[in-house]
């Protein structure tokens, strides 16, 4: 497994080379962005020129939002930056962040992200091959193209793309015509072996594909600490947040791989503004199983025993109020996860 340190949303540009640096020292493979507080570009712009051997990645932006053109674009200049170790991880996002946050239409999310998909190889051929840009689908009509704006080839055009989701439509897709699929860290074992894992193999072999080259990529959630009150903290930290996730319908799909039926009371809690009570109805049973519980000197193996034969690609779920571990701690659980 390659490991990853996703730069926490608060993360304001001017720091990401700094942070790329010590993350590099610290022996971590790739640094991933997400599209929260900040542009999820522009961090590995920085980062790219801060440290050249990072895999870089968005986990995730979101695409909807975006002409295809505009993602082609910086992801073409991103591959070019970095000698081909960037991953375009694009995201659908939910229904009321794209209309109301966003302001754009929604339609049908699975058939528009492969139209998508679609639209930014056509796009990225015609930037290679100089042939004229012609893709025709539902969602998105593309023919024109002229020199002006075409940035031309480049070294490692083949970008490799990892969309992201929870149920089994969208890792069919990453199956179908993606090159990972980023799973959300509120799962299981469980939901991995009998909803993504054959899911993504079935867009697979529906498509000729080697189900073997589409990587896994995740963060876990860990609940660590080096005395009693800090495994609390960190425990109280991941029930929270656990807690946010099984509430919302969008991720009731691994509360029920499981029979668990805490979701619709967490649901009922959220909508009457309960938040602060609602870690107290997460069994520790169930964070044991969505998370990693182990002092930080067992963290590696118990990722790697977990993920090792499910995982390419792993990092570590950061928690508010959850205690901050020493850079040598952090680099002896990387060399040990990896």
């Given amino acids: 497994m390659q490991v990853d340190y996703y730069l926490p949303p608060s993360t304001p540009p001017r720091a990401v080379p700094g942070e790329a640096q010590r993350i590099a020292a610290l022996g971590y493979d790739g640094l991933f962005s997400a599209e929260t507080a900040h542009d999820p570009f522009i961090p590995l712009a920085l980062a790219s020129n801060a440290v050249p051997e990072l895999t870089l990645g968005t986990a995730i932006a979101v695409a909807f939002p975006r002409s295809p053109m505009i993602t082609a674009q910086v992801a073409w200049d991103l591959a070019s930056m970095s000698g081909g170790r960037f991953i375009l991880g694009l995201g659908t996002q939910v229904k009321p962040h794209i209309v109301r946050r966003f302001g754009v239409p929604w339609t049908t999310a699975t058939a528009r992200l492969r139209d998508y998909l679609g639209a930014l190889r056509a796009i990225w051929s015609s930037f290679q091959t100089g042939e004229p840009l012609r893709y025709d689908s539902d969602e998105y009509r593309l023919s024109l193209m002229t020199p002006f704006f075409d940035p031309g080839p480049i070294d490692h055009p083949e970008v490799p ?178």
């Avoid at 969505?290 to 002092?295: D, N, P, S």
């Avoid at 990092?315 to 990387?334: H, I």
Wanted: charged share 25%.
């Fill in 161 to 338: 793309v990892a969309i992201a989701g929870v149920g089994p439509g969208l890792a069919r897709l990453a199956g179908e015509r993606c090159q990972g699929f980023h799973v959300h860290p509120f799962h299981t074992v469980r939901y991995l072996d009998e909803v993504v894992i054959p899911q993504v193999r079935a867009g697979a072999i529906q498509e000729g594909r080697d189900p073997a080259s589409i990587d896994l990529i995740s963060t876990v959630f860990v609940v660590t600490g080096r005395d009693e009150r800090e495994m609390a903290d960190s425990l109280a930290a991941a029930k929270q947040q656990m807690a946010f996730y099984a509430s919302t319908p969008s991720y009731r799909i691994v509360l029920d791989t499981h029979g668990w039926d805490f979701g619709d009371e967490l649901n009922r809690m959220s909508r009457r503004g309960e938040w602060d009570r609602m870690a107290d109805v997460v069994p520790d049973a169930v964070v044991a199983e969505v998370g990693i519980v182990a002092e930080p000197g067992r963290v590696g193996p118990a990722i790697r025993e977990r993920y090792a034969d499910r995982l390419a690609r792993v990092g570590y779920y950061t928690l508010d109020g959850a205690p901050t571990l020493s850079d040598d701690e952090l680099a002896s659980m990387v060399a040990a996860t990896r």
